[in-house]
Every structure is written in C-alpha cells, then in structure tokens.
C-alpha cells in the first residue's frame, strides 16, 4: 500500500525513521485561559522568552504565546535538525481547529525534503465546527474520506491517515460520533487511526473499544499520550487490545504547580523513566506495538526557545534507550517497522 504525503504518494520501503505524532504548525489557543501570573503584566500578550521559561515549565499554559507554532521559516528549520539526526518521515497531527494548513506542509515539506503526512478528521469538542453535531457519522466519515481521496477542499494536497482525532477528560457524544465516523472512513480508504486521549484520563479503552465494535483495523489504530504518567494496568488494557500505543511525550518533564493542575492537566514523569517503562513494556513481548515520537505543541519544546527539538528521539532518546539496554533490533522496530506497517498496513 502506497502512502499519501503532502508532496505525494510513497512506498512503504520510502517511509525510513518515522516520529509518528508531531506538529509542525498550530494553534491550541481555544484552551487558553488567562489567568494572573506574576511578574507578568498580560499574559495573553507576552511572548515567550529565556527570562519566562521558569514560568512555563511550571505550567505550559501560562502565556498564550507558548501555544503557538505558526512561524513557517522557523518550523522548517526546527525539523530539519529531526533530519540532520537521520529522520525521514514526521506525521503531522494538527487538524483544522488547531492550526492545519495544507499548502504551508507541503512548503515546508518541500523545502526540507522530509516526509510530510497530514492528517484528516476532527480534534477534541472544544475545537469542532458548530455544523458538526448536526451531522450523522457517515457525513463526517464522507468529509474524512474526501480529503484521502481526493485532498483538503481547495487543495490538491491529500491527507495520509485519520487523527488525531481528539478525546476529551469529559469524553462526550459529539466526540464518540467522530470515532465512529473515523471507523467508518478507515474502512472506506484503508488508513491507519491516531486517537488523541486527554493524557491524564484512561479514555482510550473506551475509544479502542469504540472504534473496534465500529469495524476498525485494530492493527491500524494508535492510542496516544500513554506516557505522562506511566499507568501500567491502563497501558496493557490498551496493548492486549491488539493497539498500537504511542510514547510521545519525551522531552515533557514538567511539574506542574499545584494551582493550576486538575484531574485533565497534571504531572509529567520524566524521560528516564518513560525509557524505563518502554524497557518493561518491551521485555513482556509488546515491541511490535509501540510507536515513538515527542509531540512537539509548544514553543518552549523547539530548539529556538530551549528546548530538545523535533530531533529529541534520535538525539537523546535512543542513546538513552541502549543505555537501559533496549536492542537495535527493537529499536529499528519501534522507528521504522511498526510506524510502516500502522500506516501502510504492510508487516
């Protein structure tokens, strides 16, 4: 099976080392809430700095600006140190809501010589268009399945897959319809599905659950944000589903303050232990599905405003990986066999 990319179709073999969950533009402002922060006059107008950084690895969500990846120049150089490290393939999960914008990926995709795959469907509830909760499942499916086919409306430039699409804390009706939906759609064109689930909740049981009863290709589907947290019973739910599930938080190493965390926004573990956990996970037999990537959504993420870059997983993580004694062999595997055969279907 042959792949849709922002430039075009490619082969299974063209794929290379793939980070399956990136962003190369967008915009979370729809969950922006400003609130006081000290020492800082508007933080719905601050830009993010060195001298704010403090404040942003206490809570990401602090000054608007964070929220925003929106500089084309700079995103293109960002990625190119993703393929400097030996990267050919990022997954674009932006969707339109957050800041998808098609001709601008196949830019940057041009211009950096990377694999670019966009993808198609709808992001969490906050986000989705008014028209949608009057839509049945196979109108949504229909608009995901147009945009594989035969490419985003006013495009040329074809989505590669399904996601992610977005799962709440409060996962409700309107997002359980766009999961069938995606079922629906990957049946119709035989991609693979990346599921957003809110990092901090064990929702992804009941949206894997969902999308199987709907007919969905349980060797195609992807549970995100496995990893904040490191549930071991969650994450084995997922696995003995016959799921892909996703570490894609490597770089997040965050204590959020007391004040503003709640039961949808919370602490991160740090990548030691991420490693340490993909080791166990590995050592019970589950290699083949595990998906690794880092997610970059926020300023302070990209090399530019200090942090570890799109690279990061090549970088730091796989040296970090031999160091707890994960293999080659698994980690080929977890770079580029299984991204290949969840997005092409193809072992």
Known sequence: MQINTVTGKIKREELGVVSTHEHVLLDLTAFYRSLPVKGISDPSTEKVKIQNLGILYRD?????????????KLQAKELLYFK???????????????GRDPLALKRIAEKTGLNIIMGTGFYVGETHPAALKDMTDDQIAKIMTDEIINGVKGTSVKAGYIGEIGISEIFD??????LRAAAIAQ??????VNVHINPWTANGKEAADILLKCG??????????????????YVLSLLDKGVFVEFDNFGKEYY???EVRNSGYGLFVHDTERVSFLKKLIDRGYVSQILLSCDVCLKILLHRYGGWGYDHLLTNIVPMMREFGISENDITTMLKDNPAAWLTGEK
């Open 187 to 192: 049946q119709n064109t035989g991609v693979a």
């Open 256 to 258: 959020i303050k007391k």
């Open 84 to 98: 400097k490290a030996g990267g050919n393939t990022v997954v674009d999960a932006s969707l339109d809501g957050i």
């Open 60 to 72: 990401c969500y602090a000054l608007k600006d964070n929220l925003i990846l929106d500089d084309e």
């Open 173 to 178: 009706d309107r997002e359980r319809a766009v």
């Open 216 to 233: 969905a290709d349980r060797s195609r589907i992807c549970i995100s944000h496995i990893d904040v947290e490191n549930r071991e019973d």
